[in-house]
């Protein structure tokens, strides 16, 4: 069954899209939204990211049956404090996190008495704000579930039903087990470009203007991830640091490996490092998680 | 005033893109190829990636007034033997290679007496072989030739008219300067996703199916870079080893200090790297360097 009203704390990219995405894959459910800028809400309102844009948080969560918190990680404890006064005694409280044990641990602490269910929808573009969003943002993508371990399992299978309304695949896994695995394949990928693109523009030997004519050669790939939100990933790194210290020191092994056979001229340990990689492509693919055209069809529309 | 026959060593991604370019910009110009691959031979005849493909080397290069070698850096010399001796005397050799330092001081000995004069379009998609070239891939894209230093001007000018014909924005600089720009943005960029490709697949605590289903979070930008040519990039990383080296350690002094910033939990660097590379993808994006939709127009043909 689905929920009657569902309200949206902060209105950017997946703020937005989960108003839009609601409006048109759950017709009959309400959906009220608030964000802690007022230029957000002005635009989120012209935009019509939800049914209503209040003025403040509580407004905005009275009455609901589920309250997702889109704000960045760092600004989940004030969220939860805005709203915690007005939430109805049935309502279940989730989030969008990138990281989800310490916003588990403390979504508990701050809301007592309430069901807490985090969740985190592995989807997203570059852009941020009230103009990112768009209502398609979750179609074949993955969003993953994180109860913790005394849930109710039926609030837990409506939250699941919900983003599968919106076009989601779900999977339910233990938080920790989520911080390892989102390390993996969504944190140290951006660090990494985050790093390398800084990295370019303050070389000695080779002008800033360079690098961007140059780009074409892969360098743009990274910029594009490291165009992402700053504060959100400021807080992605703060609060999922033993993940992401785990899995960057065991990067950096295989990257030194990687730097002695370039040294040693080992042009073997290259080529097979190198002939491995390509089964991993092929299988993003082959399951819908990635576009298979050359290129990811960048310029087909030229 | 353009080239009358235009031979292609070499058959794959950036050969076959070459001989459909030539048919359709330079129509007048007659282009022959051949591939040490019978196979790919016989596809390149299929798809008539040349107007005629030879079934050896000499005959393919006889009477070409540009004959350009489109094999991987390593298999430079065996190529150069093999037209050698069929060359005609007013010939201008070039080549698309990656790396430009060895490469240039290769062809320059192995070809005494001929015009070499080096080139390399920054252009590519992680296909290969000779089912992947498309007449459109140099479309503003750049084309850095690296002339030696006693080139013939007038020579130089007519291969960067050639460039430029098939779509190419032209630049010309010292091969030692090419190989560092290049080490920054490509050589390091693929190093760093064919080895972080690696990394995620040999992780204890996560399992490769779950790399794959959540690689939208990031992980999937990077294993397209590392779906490219095996055999290319090792001979990219054998043949321009100081310059990628250099780079590599910039990278890494830089990922160290993101470490440090991290385990220290300090919010404040962390911001200000990830605040300063916006700016950078807004210049690729504005020179026409990359695609301005949001995740590069991906899933944009659903």
Chains 1, 2 share one sequence.
Request: net charge negative; hydrophobic share 45%.
């Amino acid at each position: 069954m689905s929920y009657r009203h569902v309200a949206i704390i902060g209105l950017g990219l997946i703020g937005g899209s989960i108003g839009l995405a609601v409006r048109e894959d759950l017709p009959d459910t309400k959906t009220t939204g608030w964000d802690i800028d007022p230029a957000v809400r002005r635009r989120a309102r012209e935009r019509g990211l939800t049914d209503t844009v209040c003025e403040d948080a509580g407004e905005a969560v009275r009455g609901a049956d589920l309250v997702i918190l889109c704000v960045p990680v760092g600004a989940m404890p004030a969220a939860a404090a805005a709203i915690a006064a007005d939430l109805s005694p049935e309502c279940v409280v989730s989030d969008v996190g990138s990281s989800k044990r310490t916003i588990t641990d403390m979504l508990v602490d701050a809301l007592p008495g309430f069901t807490v269910i985090p969740a985190h929808p592995v989807a997203g573009t570059e852009h941020s704000g009230p103009d990112a969003g768009f209502s398609m943002l979750f179609h074949q993508r993955w969003c993953i579930v994180t109860p913790p371990a005394d849930a109710d399992r039926a609030q837990v299978a409506r939250l699941v039903d919900f983003w599968e309304s919106l076009g989601a695949m779900v999977e339910t896994m233990d938080a920790d087990h989520h911080d390892k695995v989102l390390a993996v394949t969504s944190h140290i990928p951006h660090l990494i470009a985050y790093t390398i693109v800084g990295t370019a523009s303050d070389m000695e030997t080779v002008t800033r203007s360079e690098v961007i004519k140059y780009s074409a050669g892969g360098f743009r790939d990274f910029t594009r991830i490291a165009a992402s939100d700053p504060t959100m990933w400021r807080d992605v790194f703060l609060n999922n640091k033993d993940a992401v210290l785990e899995m960057l020191d065991t990067f950096l092994t295989d990257l030194a490996l990687m730097r002695e056979a370039i040294r040693a001229g080992d042009g073997q340990t290259m080529f097979d490092t190198f002939s491995r990689t390509r089964a991993i492509r092929r299988s993003i693919v082959a399951l819908g998680q990635d576009d298979a055209r050359p290129d990811f069809g960048r310029g087909d529309h030229k």
